[in-house]
């Protein structure tokens, strides 16, 4: 357990974005826990991470309690910040909502909406007294109808009224949805089997503009990442 107030809970921390906005948190003092379901990937990110903050990194799924409650314990009195950043995709090829089978959409519904409501209620009564950060990872297939994207899409939309509301009924708290636009990631290409992404922005990319979140005083809201990068403090 930590104690200073200057550590970062993220999800989805082995790799991607996650793993791109730990290194940039380490570098500035921030103590760490992450999380992945994959141990290799997570322990080759803590190792990496080790050399420069205290870290702990917790295998583990999400969607499951103990593994939530072991990521908050973990963070103890000194959490400041909490980043949901991991998700599912749902099933790739990306099926149309009339052939959408619903134990996938469920799990996404699990991961992208409930998990990380779970992870607020947890986390909220330390994150109110550090007056702390709480950041929702989303996307513009929350806002825009794209085909085949309903399953995520719709995941991501709900995520994104939830966090309205936590901003609602928490205005101590900074709390933030924030699309990161497309990026090149594991989770990117799923999405787009067999094609070339090579095009799409490294993860780095977007990570000054959710510095200028969690080191700045934006109000609680939806951002894009592409805009906060030209109000970076």
Known sequence: MFDAVNT?????????????????LAERGWRLVIDARGSEALLE??????????????????????????????????????????SVLGPSPRPSLADYPLA??????????LAPLRLAQLALPVLERNRGTLINIT???AVEAYEGWGGYGSSKAALEQLTAVLATEHPALSVHA????????????????????????????????????????????????????????
């Open 8 to 24: 970062a809970l993220i999800t989805g921390g082995s790799r991607g974005l996650g793993l791109a906005l730990a290194r940039s």
């Open 45 to 86: 990110a803590r190792d990496d991470l080790a050399k420069t903050t205290a870290i702990v990194a917790i295998t583990g799924d999400v969607g499951e309690e103990t593994h939530r409650r072991a990521m908050v314990e973990a963070a103890g009195e000194s959490l400041a910040l909490l980043v949901n950043n991991a």
């Open 104 to 113: 996938e959409l469920e799990r996404a519904y699990s991961a992208n909406v």
């Open 139 to 141: 996307s513009d297939a």
């Open 178 to 233: 924030v699309d990161p636009g497309d990026m090149r990631t594991q989770m990117h290409q799923e999405a787009f089997p067999g094609e070339d992404i090579s095009d799409r922005p490294e993860p780095e990319e977007s990570v000054p503009g959710l510095l200028a979140l969690i080191e700045g005083e934006l109000p609680s809201g939806r951002y894009r990442v592409a805009d906060l990068a030209e109000v970076r403090p």
